[in-house]
Nanobody, 123 residues
């Protein structure tokens, strides 16, 4: 399984970015997907997740109402639309493909990880 994340960059506070993660190597629609982030000196933390069908989504409290996760199963791609960005959103963002552990909001629930894309929000 390969996951290729893209879309990161430098943006001012209050701005928006959309991250994409293209997947290959497994039946995309059969697996949930998640986004996590890791800031310097901090542990990796859950951001958002979506079920294989796209019918259910999950968000960290810190991004609820600002970020939206979605997926296009025909394109085998998951997205993270990030609005109203804050300096504290600065981190490397990773996409991940769900494993068999029935947990969406923790890294142990995911089997495969992308390489990460840097998001920097300036104040």
């Amino acid at each position: 399984v390969q996951l290729q994340a893209s879309g990161g960059g430098l943006v001012q506070a209050g701005g928006s970015l959309r991250l994409s993660c293209a997947a290959s190597g497994r039946t995309f629609s059969s697996y949930g997907m998640g986004w996590f982030r890791q800031a310097p000196g901090k542990e990796r933390e859950f951001v958002a997740a979506i079920t294989g069908s796209g019918s259910n989504t999950f968000y960290a409290d810190s991004v609820k109402g600002r970020f939206t996760i979605s997926r296009d199963n025909a394109k085998a791609t998951v997205y993270l639309q990030m609005n109203s960005l804050k300096p504290e959103d600065t981190a490397v963002y990773y996409c991940a493909s769900k494993g068999i552990v029935p947990v969406f909001t923790h890294a142990r629930g995911y089997d495969f990880w992308g390489q990460g894309t840097q998001v920097t929000v300036s104040s």
